[in-house]
Protein backbone atom coordinates (compact mmCIF):
# COMPACT_ATOMS: atom_id res chain seq x y z
CA UNK A 1 0.00 0.00 0.00
CA UNK A 2 1.43 3.49 -0.93
CA UNK A 3 1.28 6.02 1.62
CA UNK A 4 -1.14 8.05 -0.37
CA UNK A 5 -3.72 4.74 -0.27
CA UNK A 6 -6.80 4.70 1.66
CA UNK A 7 -8.31 1.96 3.56
CA UNK A 8 -11.13 0.02 1.83
CA UNK A 9 -13.59 -0.12 4.44
CA UNK A 10 -12.91 -3.91 5.29
CA UNK A 11 -9.24 -3.10 5.96
CA UNK A 12 -10.54 0.15 8.22
CA UNK A 13 -12.72 -2.07 10.35
CA UNK A 14 -9.89 -4.68 10.68
CA UNK A 15 -7.23 -2.17 11.63
CA UNK A 16 -9.90 -0.38 14.07
CA UNK A 17 -10.58 -3.71 15.91
CA UNK A 18 -6.97 -4.01 15.94
CA UNK A 19 -6.49 -0.75 17.45
CA UNK A 20 -9.65 -1.01 20.19
CA UNK A 21 -7.52 -4.11 21.44
CA UNK A 22 -4.42 -2.90 21.85
CA UNK A 23 -5.28 0.42 23.27
CA UNK A 24 -9.26 -0.09 24.36
CA UNK A 25 -11.90 2.55 23.75
CA UNK A 26 -10.67 5.91 24.34
CA UNK A 27 -8.97 8.72 22.50
CA UNK A 28 -4.80 8.18 22.59
CA UNK A 29 -4.29 12.16 22.63
CA UNK A 30 -7.43 13.35 24.93
CA UNK A 31 -7.76 10.25 26.77
CA UNK A 32 -11.64 10.50 26.08
CA UNK A 33 -13.74 7.44 25.92
CA UNK A 34 -15.80 6.67 23.37
CA UNK A 35 -18.84 6.63 24.80
CA UNK A 36 -18.25 9.73 26.51
CA UNK A 37 -17.31 11.72 23.67
CA UNK A 38 -21.23 12.89 22.17
CA UNK A 39 -22.21 13.47 25.55
CA UNK A 40 -19.51 16.32 26.09
CA UNK A 41 -18.63 18.02 22.65
CA UNK A 42 -22.28 16.62 20.79
CA UNK A 43 -21.90 15.04 17.14
CA UNK A 44 -22.87 17.52 14.62
CA UNK A 45 -19.42 19.61 13.53
CA UNK A 46 -19.19 22.20 10.46
CA UNK A 47 -22.42 22.69 9.33
CA UNK A 48 -24.30 19.10 10.49
CA UNK A 49 -21.54 16.60 9.75
CA UNK A 50 -22.29 14.03 12.16
CA UNK A 51 -18.60 12.27 14.16
CA UNK A 52 -17.71 11.36 17.01
CA UNK A 53 -19.77 8.03 18.04
CA UNK A 54 -16.34 5.79 17.31
CA UNK A 55 -13.13 6.98 17.47
CA UNK A 56 -11.19 7.12 14.23
CA UNK A 57 -7.94 5.86 12.86
CA UNK A 58 -5.28 8.57 13.09
CA UNK A 59 -1.81 7.90 11.48
CA UNK A 60 1.12 8.99 14.14
CA UNK A 61 3.26 9.83 10.63
CA UNK A 62 0.70 11.41 8.02
CA UNK A 63 3.58 10.39 5.61
CA UNK A 64 3.91 6.69 6.50
CA UNK A 65 1.34 3.81 5.58
CA UNK A 66 -1.74 2.66 7.76
CA UNK A 67 -1.07 -0.10 9.85
CA UNK A 68 -1.09 -1.11 13.33
CA UNK A 69 2.66 0.25 14.59
CA UNK A 70 1.94 4.30 12.80
CA UNK A 71 -1.57 4.02 14.01
CA UNK A 72 -4.14 5.02 17.00
CA UNK A 73 -7.34 5.75 18.02
CA UNK A 74 -8.15 9.38 17.75
CA UNK A 75 -11.58 11.14 19.41
CA UNK A 76 -13.34 13.60 15.96
CA UNK A 77 -11.94 16.48 17.99
CA UNK A 78 -8.29 15.52 18.25
CA UNK A 79 -8.62 13.83 14.60
CA UNK A 80 -9.38 16.88 13.05
CA UNK A 81 -7.48 19.36 15.18
CA UNK A 82 -4.50 17.43 14.18
CA UNK A 83 -4.48 16.94 10.37
CA UNK A 84 -1.10 16.73 8.68
CA UNK A 85 -0.64 20.00 10.37
CA UNK A 86 0.92 18.98 13.75
CA UNK A 87 3.52 16.23 14.46
CA UNK A 88 2.57 13.12 16.44
CA UNK A 89 4.85 14.63 19.41
CA UNK A 90 3.18 17.82 19.15
CA UNK A 91 -0.41 16.27 19.19
CA UNK A 92 0.30 14.58 22.17
CA UNK A 93 0.60 18.00 24.32
CA UNK A 94 -2.18 19.42 22.15
CA UNK A 95 -4.07 16.39 23.63
CA UNK A 96 -3.14 17.03 27.16
CA UNK A 97 -4.78 20.33 26.69
CA UNK A 98 -7.74 18.98 25.24
CA UNK A 99 -8.34 16.67 28.12
CA UNK A 100 -8.33 19.34 30.60
CA UNK A 101 -11.23 20.72 28.93
CA UNK A 102 -13.20 18.17 28.13
CA UNK A 103 -12.59 17.23 32.11
CA UNK A 104 -13.49 20.13 32.81
CA UNK A 105 -16.72 20.18 30.78
CA UNK A 106 -17.79 16.32 32.41
CA UNK A 107 -17.13 18.20 35.83
CA UNK A 108 -19.34 21.08 35.23
CA UNK A 109 -21.97 19.10 33.15
CA UNK A 110 -21.95 21.57 30.48
CA UNK A 111 -21.17 21.17 26.50
CA UNK A 112 -21.29 23.44 23.54
CA UNK A 113 -24.73 23.22 22.96
CA UNK A 114 -26.13 23.38 26.26
CA UNK A 115 -26.50 21.41 29.29
CA UNK A 116 -25.32 17.55 29.44
CA UNK A 117 -27.86 14.75 29.36
CA UNK A 118 -29.12 14.11 32.92
CA UNK A 119 -27.84 10.24 32.75
CA UNK A 120 -24.13 11.82 32.11
CA UNK A 121 -24.21 13.56 35.51
Known amino acids: MTKEARLSNREKKQLQDQLYERDGKKCHYCGIAEDEFC ?24 SSKYDIANCVLACAICNMAKSDKFTYEEFLRV ?11 KQLGIRPDGPMSPQFS
Open 95 to 105: GGVIREIWQKR
Open 39 to 62: RIWGETFYGGIKRGRKLEIDRRDN
